[in-house]
């Protein structure tokens, strides 16, 4: 029987012997996989580092971008505050042109009322005269206004087509 112990003690032995083999078989050794982890680490942030660079590019073509359109927006107020102070010239030039026209009337009614009683007053002639002129005048500086108005809306049309 001590045989029989030994035996089972070298079979115990040897089946310890080859469960430790077997284990270490089935891990991967550490070298490989380290090696591996770092190839990909270094996979990873050459990645992190195209994606900074990309971001940074889109960072700078929104900055850009958006100076272009507060530029755009700057000029198109300044634009629009042109156009408002030439909408009130042209508003105050027509103004004064039917003021003018609401004088002339009178001028022109009072000449007719003397004309019919008979009575020729140089001095309603002149007014009435005068007036008129002025009623002229007035007519040019409104027509002056919008002339000016159409020439600065195509002044850049004339440019593009150039």
Known sequence: MSDLAEYERRISAALEKIGAGVEALSKPSAAPETSGLEAELAGLRAQLEDEKTANAQ???RIRTLKDRQDGEVAGQSEALAAQAEKISKIDKELHHLRQVNGQLR???AKLREANAEGLAEPHLINKAML??????RAVQAADAAEVDVIL???APLMKEGA
């Open 58 to 60: 889109l960072e700078e």
């Open 106 to 108: 009178d001028a022109v």
């Open 131 to 136: 007036t008129e002129l002025e009623a002229l």
């Open 152 to 154: 600065d809306e195509l």
